[in-house]
């Protein structure tokens, strides 16, 4: 069948709406079996040219996931001083979860990417774009799952290619805090802290030309 | 209740596994609500900061498809000459099917993204994975919809916005024909078409250090 059922359909959306990006964790270990499945949902990824660009390590060392928050911890504190005005709003967020999350992954891009020219001649990015699928997938999954998932993206790139023995090249773009929760947030946590409101998508989405937001229907 | 039932989670990683990059449609027009329901599940993606970067423009005028075609041959004839070698294999694949599409969506990164640094000030690329997962859920959204949809990223950026009256620092990224179709492929295009073969997962996860592909009970 081509169409899925309807239950499986409204169970799609549901998960979709339900995904959190999420900063708080309990400690209780994932397990394997379920790591596994996650990780091979994200491995399903549509990339570009069949590229396959992601890559994951796995971080079960104490040490290395102590200097690794610490990476974060840094950057978390340049991102204050760049955000000026809103500096101490900023430093009163959790954006983090790594040290009590109970899987600690990071993604990156491989190295050698300049080889693959199919689909990314003008538009070299798209290995990021389908290393972002692999994450969604995964994200999705987990949630599904019942096990929550935050992207972290404050961190120096090179210091963190440095602790992962990363080869000229590859760049990691996400520490990935999986890991079970008490509850998972009932709106993106940026929204409940007062950060940031979401907008409508009536107000992102154009007709023809940019900023077209009337439907010939609507006129 | 957190965890999904059994016959949700097999569901979602089913379409999962079964989404596939489409470049063969059928003309039949897609329902408008079911349109604006893949368009709303993209607009539940994670993005940075909660900056909701994308924008998406839907191509409705008949003309203007012709000339988005037009755009993406152009490319494709460049993309083939600097494959070299393998230039007449791939001028032998179908790599989109922008003119039979039931729906044409460009999506964008929006402009004055220099605003948002929150998760970006080292990563500024954390805009387009936003971006890409927005994309991924409008695919699997499609996928359990019986619906089929490609990214095309053969195209010059520049070119398009021109064509689309996008303002400066805003930048398309996928071109998304999304329709029904005959048949999903048993598995990537690419592959079927011996253009390319996917690697396993277990290459491509390494445990604390680039490369160790070894876990410690398989060591």
């Given at each position: 069948?081509?169409?899925?059922?309807?239950?499986?359909?409204?169970?799609?959306?549901?998960?979709?709406?339900?995904?959190?990006?999420?900063?708080?964790?309990?400690?209780?270990?994932?397990?394997?079996?379920?790591?596994?499945?996650?990780?091979?949902?994200?491995?399903?990824?549509?990339?570009?040219?069949?590229m396959?660009p992601w890559r994951?390590?796995?971080?079960?060392?104490?040490?290395?996931?102590?200097?690794?928050?610490?990476?974060?911890?840094?950057?978390?504190?340049?991102?204050?001083?760049?955000?000026?005005?809103?500096?101490?709003?900023?430093?009163?967020?959790?954006?983090?979860?790594?040290?009590?999350?109970?899987?600690?992954?990071?993604?990156a891009l491989m190295e050698q990417r300049e080889q693959h020219i199919?689909?990314r001649?003008?538009?070299p990015e798209?290995d990021l774009?389908?290393v972002?699928?692999?994450?969604?997938?995964?994200?999705?999954?987990?949630?599904?799952?019942?096990?929550?998932?935050?992207?972290?993206?404050?961190?120096?790139p090179v210091?963190l290619a440095t602790?992962l023995n990363m080869p000229t090249g590859s760049k990691p773009v996400?520490?990935?805090?999986?890991?079970?929760?008490?509850?998972?947030?009932?709106?993106?946590?940026?929204?409940?802290?007062?950060?940031?409101?979401?907008?409508?998508?009536?107000?992102?989405?154009?007709?023809?030309?940019?900023?077209?937001?009337?439907?010939?229907?609507?006129?």
């Amino acid at each position: 069948m081509s169409r899925y059922s309807d239950a499986e359909i409204a169970a799609l959306y549901r998960v979709i709406r339900e995904r959190r990006d999420m900063r708080h964790f309990l400690p209780t270990p994932i397990d394997p079996e379920m790591l596994n499945r996650l990780l091979h949902a994200a491995h399903c990824a549509p990339s570009v040219g069949l590229m396959q660009p992601w890559r994951f390590v796995r971080v079960t060392d104490r040490a290395l996931r102590q200097q690794i928050h610490q990476l974060v911890e840094d950057e978390r504190i340049q991102t204050a001083a760049a955000l000026n005005e809103r500096s101490d709003a900023f430093m009163k967020l959790k954006v983090e979860g790594i040290l009590e999350c109970g899987e600690l992954i990071v993604a990156a891009l491989m190295e050698q990417r300049e080889q693959h020219i199919f689909g990314r001649r003008t538009l070299p990015e798209m290995d990021l774009a389908s290393v972002a699928g692999a994450i969604q997938n995964l994200w999705l999954a987990a949630r599904a799952e019942g096990i929550g998932m935050g992207w972290v993206s404050l961190f120096d790139p090179v210091a963190l290619a440095t602790l992962l023995n990363m080869p000229t090249g590859s760049k990691p773009v996400a520490i990935l805090c999986i890991g079970h929760v008490k509850q998972f947030y009932s709106a993106p946590m940026l929204e409940l802290e007062g950060w940031a409101k979401g907008r409508p998508l009536e107000e992102l989405l154009f007709h023809n030309s940019w900023g077209n937001t009337m439907t010939e229907s609507s006129t």
